[in-house]
């Protein structure tokens, strides 16, 4: 663990503590922090350090940010970077409030007091219902002193007032029990598109990041605790670290690149309903740790290969190298869209009549003598062809290009300004392996 921030976080201090990790041979680095919109690479430090990582085989995760539910807010956007968002989890800590008429309602709680008697009935009050004070709606400190709450389950909007602040102006107050609720979605992860690289899907992947139960400094908010709730893409972030840590230690001589591809290409991307859900809210999906640990195919991608890359996003040659750290040549590499950088995604923006091929390479981690088969499903309103549709290879690490044509169909009805689908490559045999890329289209 490198401390970087204190009461506020440096460019300088962050980028030495990514320098010492380093250093001192780290195999992957999780970073639960970000800035407050996206920057141009050459500018993001996180963005800057992570590079030099990467060139020395360390993988960088790091959160998105938590500025939802609008889209394009997804921070640490860098396709070198997994951009970790945030989902619900499967389980919760309930606890249930019974209404006088036998209404039941759930919610979340981790806190009794002993003397709290649960069967017995209490009166309820609404400081927002009695008081046309904003501060009173939101249990703020000393709002609530010329308001009954005595004995009271007191019901307090959410707002941007700590949980523990309220808890202590309620309990102040000689109220009983207290109810948090929000009246809107919390935004407690970010969306895509990238404002800095539509060619690329961000964020990356999801995973658990809704009350989570983790260790909290005492000396942080005076707490007395050492353990904590805590919601928002700073969670999730670490969790995906430890499947990159799985990964890097059962196969330790794959790259950054191959390990995302991994993370990416074996995702579940339908919610608890069996739903799907949005690309631009879920990149790839949902983390699964299994399959990640046995891909099949990886889309692997060497740190020069994103020289070309970043020529092609119009940086300057003065730019490209900041963050490569040495001189390049933007007119001798073939400068190439964000879209044909080999990443394990499609995202592109189609306007009216517009025809786009890319290539792909995939490195072969399976079976040996393995066969593969391409299955499209197409977003509605393009045509997506694939050539070759089927793949063979005969070793492992054996590698195989194939190019996908995207074309805009004219006079279809679409119902939605974006479009979504996904490319699958399908082993033939006993193996299963399912290597799925999501296709993110925007149409203008």
């Not at 219902?129 to 501060?135: G, K, L, Q, R």
């Not at 983390?287 to 046995?294: C, D, F, G, I, S």
């Not at 869209?337 to 390479?361: E, H, K």
Request: charged fraction near 15%; proline fraction near 6%; hydrophobic fraction near 40%.
């Amino acid at each position: 663990m490198y401390k970087a921030c204190a009461v506020s976080c440096y460019d300088g201090d962050l980028l030495a503590a990514i320098d010492a990790a380093i250093d001192d041979g780290v195999d992957l680095l999780s970073i639960s922090i970000g800035p407050e919109s996206p920057f141009p690479f050459y500018y993001d430090v996180i963005a800057l350090g992570a590079f030099r990582a990467i060139q020395k085989g360390i993988f960088v995760s790091c959160s998105a940010g938590n500025d939802g539910p609008y889209p394009s807010t997804v921070t640490n956007d860098a396709p070198w970077i997994l951009t970790v968002g945030a989902s619900t989890i499967d389980r919760e800590i309930r606890a249930t409030v019974k209404l006088g008429n036998n209404v039941e309602l759930h919610g979340q709680s981790l806190f009794q007091p002993k003397d709290f008697h649960p069967r017995q009935p209490l009166p309820i009050v609404h400081p927002a219902a009695i008081s046309n004070n904003e501060s009173a709606a939101v249990c703020e400190k000393g709002s609530l002193k010329n308001i009954d709450v005595k004995g009271k389950i007191v019901i307090c909007h959410m707002g941007q007032l700590r949980i523990e602040d309220k808890g202590k102006e309620v309990k102040d107050n000689g109220g009983a029990a207290m109810i948090v609720f929000n009246e809107q979605d919390d935004g407690y992860t970010t969306l895509g598109p990238s404002t800095q690289s539509r060619g690329i899907l961000k964020p990356d992947i999801v995973g658990p990041g809704l009350n989570i139960l983790s260790a909290w400094g005492v000396s942080i908010d005076e707490a007395t605790n050492p353990f904590n709730v805590i919601s928002g893409t700073s969670m999730s972030c670490p969790h995906l670290s430890g499947v990159a840590a799985l990964i890097k230690s059962a196969h330790p001589d794959w790259s950054p690149a191959a390990i995302k591809s991994a993370i990416l290409t074996t995702a579940y991307t339908a919610d608890l309903n069996g739903n799907p859900i949005s690309m631009f809210d879920r990149g790839s999906g949902h983390v699964h740790t299994l399959r990640a640990l046995n891909p099949g195919l990886v889309y692997d991608i060497e740190p020069d290969d994103y020289i070309p890359y970043l020529c092609g996003l119009g940086y300057s040659e003065q730019q490209v190298r900041y963050i490569v750290q040495r001189k390049v040549n933007c007119s001798t590499p073939t400068l190439i869209p964000g879209a044909q950088l080999n990443y394990p995604t499609f995202s592109m923006v189609l306007g009216a009549g517009d025809q786009m091929t890319y290539t792909r390479t995939v490195t072969n981690v399976g079976r040996p003598f393995s066969t593969y088969i391409s299955k499209v499903l197409s977003p509605q309103g393009v045509a997506v062809k694939v050539m070759p549709s089927v793949i063979r290879f005969k070793d492992l690490n054996d590698k195989a290009s194939y190019t996908v044509t995207f074309t805009r169909l004219e006079n279809v009805t679409r119902s939605s300004i974006i479009g979504q689908g996904s490319l699958v490559w399908n082993s033939i045999g006993d193996d299963g392996y399912k290597v799925v890329s999501t296709i993110a289209v925007v149409f203008v």
